[in-house]
């Protein structure tokens, strides 16, 4: 029984659970933050994003190893 | 819901209740959004093809790499390098479009241009107040390449209509465009060309031996055999951090694509090319934002007072400036 889908489908699944995670948390504090003061959206808006990007980033890591396992 | 019922003069605003099953109160907007899902999810079933038994297996056909359309010498020319090539024409025709037809008051496509440059013009001059207008053309540059790179892979016949090429011996269908951001050696020459950026801004804003002293000497400098290897390492991630989030979001998303393409027929990838044309404009703006950060965090020793001595007037002359370069 050949293994390699589950591994790759693993390999994303499990790496999604962190970023999730992380993405909410970060998201809600945003949401929170701009309810309190909405005049901050734009001082918010580029840490926001980078802050978004870099926990995404792992979700990525997880996705090219699970491309890898089942691509090479 | 009930006590609705009860007292109905209570909520004017709120749309009567056509029926109610049990203790729902059925809404005419809530039946009409009933009825066009249904709708919708019918012609979906109805249009979708047959499973055929045979070709069920091999659902969508997915390369990791770029495939080879023909040779140039020795330079073998791969479907993502027609994508960049086509993200280039578009690009270099616009800024020939801007550059001859451009007005004080913008018009429709001209204030479209500009948006990039003002929004990204503005973050910058916020983190770069003194050295702006020497880091402002690079990061748009990689900003506009990036969106456009992305947003190929959106045109309809990208990744559909293809041509058989023979790939390690067999018979394959190799599509006529990759979008450039799905192949690897795109996002990874950014990276580099970003990674040169920002080494080469720390060591003009430092001096040379400002930032080997910062790359390689810890604060406490016994610390040094333990911090610098540490150092070193995150230095160099970024280009594969960089490289790789470019790469994944983008082939991810041509994958989405194909899936929803091939699983579903009308109404459904419509919805998901929406989402994609997000994605691929926050992905540009992340990777010009991250090599932005870059060179900010390369910039920002200790040592950087040399040109400060602007004032505020100089601010102003520079925010003629960028008037000027975007008109």
């Known amino acids: 029984m050949d293994l390699t889908p589950l591994a790759a489908g693993l390999a994303i699944g499990l790496g999604a659970l962190g970023p999730g995670i992380g993405l909410g948390l970060g998201v809600s504090k945003a949401m929170e933050a701009l309810g309190r003061n909405p005049e901050a959206s734009g001082a918010l808006f580029v840490p926001y994003v980078l802050g978004l990007a870099l926990t995404e980033a792992v979700a990525i890591y997880a996705l090219v190893i699970g491309l890898l ?4 | ?98 550059s001859r037809n451009s007005a004080v008051v913008p018009g429709r496509l001209q204030g479209f241009l500009e948006f990039p440059l003002d929004f990204l013009g503005g973050v910058i001059k916020a983190q770069h107040p003194t050295r702006w ?78 930032y080997l002293k910062e790359t390689f000497v810890a604060n406490p400098p016994y610390m040094t055999p333990l911090m610098t290897p540490i150092h070193i390492v995150s230095e160099l991630s970024r280009i594969i951090s960089l490289s790789m989030r470019l790469f994944g979001n983008i082939f991810a998303g041509e994958i989405l694509l194909a899936v929803m393409l091939a699983l579903t027929f009308a109404v459904v ?44 007037h100089a601010h102003d002359a520079d925010d003629v400036a960028l008037r000027a370069a975007a008109h």
């Open chain 2, 133 to 210: 207008r020497a880091i402002l053309p690079a990061i748009i540059t990689i900003f506009l390449l990036v969106l456009v790179a992305n947003y190929v892979g959106l045109l309809p016949g990208v990744g559909t209509i293809g041509v058989n090429v023979v790939e390690d011996g067999h018979e394959a269908v190799a599509p006529l465009i990759r979008p450039a951001s799905a192949d690897l050696n795109f996002t990874l020459a950014l990276a580099l060309i970003a990674f040169v950026l920002f080494v080469s801004w720390g060591i003009r804003a430092n001096g040379l031996r400002g």
């Open chain 2, 269 to 312: 990838p419509a919805l998901f090319l929406g989402l994609e044309a997000i994605f691929g404009a926050v992905q540009a703006l992340v990777f010009a934002l991250l090599t932005l950060t870059y060179i900010t965090l390369a910039t920002a020793g200790h040592g950087g007072g040399h040109d400060e001595p602007h004032d505020t």
């Open chain 2, 1 to 98: 819901m009930s006590d609705e019922a009860a007292e109905p003069g209570q909520h004017p605003t709120q749309s009567k209740p056509l029926f109610q099953i049990g203790p729902v109160a059925v809404s005419k907007m809530l039946a009409a959004a009933v009825v066009v899902l249904a709708g919708l999810l019918a012609l979906a079933v109805w249009l979708t093809p047959a499973e055929s038994e045979e070709h069920s297996e091999s659902l969508i056909h997915v390369a990791i790499k770029g495939e080879a359309l023909f040779h140039l010498g020795p330079i073998a020319v791969t479907n993502s390098m027609i994508g960049t090539l086509i993200a280039t024409v578009v690009l270099a025709s616009l800024a020939f479009w801007a």
């Open chain 1, 69 to 72: 396992i089942l691509f090479t």
